[in-house]
């Protein structure tokens, strides 16, 4: 099954932006849904944002919408995650993820089975 690579991530100050990348091992078809995930300590693992590789459609949740985009190049075979205006609520381990199968709820994370190995994001005050 496919792998997947994460790069990117740190620390930066409340206002800042960072970018995250995830590199799939082989090439991610139209059928798949893509997702970024976080997890704070003590909390659970929440979705950020998702796309339906085929069509191009985005997901997000209020929490981020506005400030987080999500792309793909399937050239590189990459997906990223721009996050901008960074709060400290932010701060968390982040994780791509991908699913060979498109469901109703791109950013629940019952509905992926294929991993990213995370990243982490720290967002001072």
């Known amino acids: 099954q496919v792998q997947l690579v994460q790069s990117g991530g740190g620390s930066v100050q409340a206002g800042g932006s960072l970018r995250l990348s995830c590199a799939a091992s082989?090439?991610?078809?139209?059928?798949?849904?893509m997702g970024w995930f976080r997890q704070a300590p003590g909390k659970e693992r929440e979705g950020v944002a998702a796309?339906?590789?085929?069509?191009?459609?985005?997901f997000y949740p209020d929490s981020v919408r506005g400030r987080f985009t999500i792309s793909q190049d399937k050239s590189k075979r990459t997906l990223y995650l721009q996050m901008n205006s960074l709060r400290p609520e932010d701060t968390a381990m982040y994780y791509c993820?991908?699913?060979?199968?498109?469901?109703?709820?791109?950013?629940?994370?019952?509905?992926?089975?294929?991993w990213g190995q995370g990243t982490q994001v720290t967002v001072s005050s």
């Open positions: 796309i339906y590789v085929g069509g191009g459609y985005t």
């Open positions: 082989e090439d991610i078809g139209g059928n798949y849904q």
């Open positions: 993820a991908a699913e060979k199968t498109i469901y109703t709820n791109p950013l629940s994370v019952s509905e992926y089975h294929v």
